[in-house]
């Protein structure tokens, strides 16, 4: 194959991923070396404080690089997407992915080079997998639940939401697969570039519905170019 491909990897939290990359780097080809940058890189929790949402805010809800996570406006940290997605395109890489199923303005681009949205995939797979156009739709914060079904019904005839985060409690994930398992609709969708393939078995065997995640679908979209 080609010697070491560059691909990209951009969290709207803080890199590295470890988190992410522990699920998805046996999807790739071997060959496959990944550059990491995040939108909170360098700041402190008290920094970060300062990007709190405000009421007609886009939310977002990542990483840190010590495990907990942090819930913010995206306006704040677009400028710093891009100047890491640039950073990425000079350094060689071939693509790049973004670790998280939200949607971005077009602002944020490449020059030459794929800029690999999560959400894309998603919006156009998903649809395929469901029998019954209905989706049970899993998001880490109650303050996203408006803005998940909002735009899920673009793409399937109904949606029902239920908030729980990857980076809380375990018990607060196995009581909203208690919920889910007697809910209607046959797919769920777990909506957050954190949730784990541990999460997405747990899911399945709780509640019998098939289970999409992202962080793996993106993999196998990506590793189609990287597998050499």
């Known amino acids: 194959g080609m010697t070491n491909m560059k691909i990209g990897a951009v969290t709207i939290g803080q890199s590295p991923r470890v988190d992410v990359t522990k699920d998805i780097m046996g999807i790739f080809g071997s060959s496959v070396e990944l550059i990491q940058a995040g939108g909170l890189d360098g700041l402190t929790k008290e920094e970060i404080k300062a990007f709190a949402p405000e009421k007609d805010d886009y939310v977002l809800v990542s990483r840190?690089?010590?495990?907990?996570?942090?819930?913010?406006?995206?306006?704040?940290?677009?400028?710093?997407?891009q100047a890491a997605i640039k950073k990425m395109e000079e350094e060689g890489c071939a693509l790049?992915?973004?670790?998280?199923?939200?949607?971005?303005p077009e602002s944020l681009s490449t020059e030459k080079i794929p800029l690999i949205y999560p959400c894309d995939i998603l919006d156009r797979v998903v649809p395929l997998l469901t029998k019954s156009s209905h989706i049970i739709c899993l998001?880490?914060?109650?303050?996203?639940?408006?803005?998940?079904?909002?735009?899920?019904?673009?793409?399937?005839?109904?949606?029902?939401?239920?908030?729980?985060?990857?980076?809380?409690?375990?018990?607060?994930?196995?009581?909203?697969?208690?919920?889910?398992?007697?809910?209607?609709?046959?797919l769920i969708v777990l909506d957050c570039?954190?949730?784990?393939?541990?999460?997405?078995?747990?899911?399945?065997?709780?509640?019998?519905?098939?289970?999409?995640?992202?962080?793996?679908?993106?993999?196998?979209?990506?590793?189609?170019?990287?597998?050499l």
């Open 193 to 227: 570039i954190g949730y784990t393939q541990e999460m997405k078995k747990m899911f399945a065997q709780k509640t019998g519905k098939k289970v999409v995640l992202p962080r793996t679908l993106l993999a196998r979209v990506v590793s189609e170019l990287t597998d």
């Open 139 to 186: 998001t880490p914060s109650p303050l996203q639940e408006e803005q998940c079904a909002a735009k899920w019904k673009n793409y399937v005839q109904k949606v029902s939401v239920v908030a729980a985060s990857p980076y809380g409690d375990w018990g607060e994930l196995e009581k909203a697969a208690e919920e889910i398992s007697g809910m209607e609709g046959d």
């Open 96 to 104: 790049v992915m973004m670790f998280c199923t939200g949607s971005f």
């Open 64 to 81: 840190l690089t010590d495990g907990s996570s942090v819930t913010f406006a995206e306006r704040f940290i677009l400028p710093r997407l």
